[in-house]
């Protein structure tokens, strides 16, 4: 899936993928980011996975920063 993180709290270390596939947001925590990486930024491009938990709530996972989708999507 791609999108875009649209709400951050980094104080909390989660926040919403606006998934463009069906322009639903998707629940991310900081724990599906590449540990090495820098803390995600609203505005990001974002590669992810969506799992469902087993209460029946989704969320990203596998997160990857697409930092050429912007051109390759135009």
Same mark, same amino acid.
Request: glycine share 6%; net charge positive; aromatic share 8%.
């Given at each position: ?15 919403? /993928? ?11 925590? !900081? @724990?599906?980011?590449?540990?090495? +990486? ?11 996975? /969506? ?11 596998? !997160? @990857?920063?697409?930092?050429?989708? +912007?051109?390759?999507?135009?």
């Amino acid at each position: 899936m791609h999108g875009k993180l649209i709400k951050w709290k980094d104080d909390r270390g989660f926040g919403f /993928i606006l998934c463009e596939h069906n322009q639903q947001q998707v629940f991310v925590h !900081i @724990s599906a980011f590449p540990s090495s +990486s820098p803390r995600p930024k609203v505005g990001e491009l974002l590669d992810f996975d /969506i799992e469902t938990t087993a209460d029946g709530k989704t969320r990203a996972i596998n !997160i @990857s920063r697409c930092e050429m989708c +912007s051109r390759s999507r135009s």
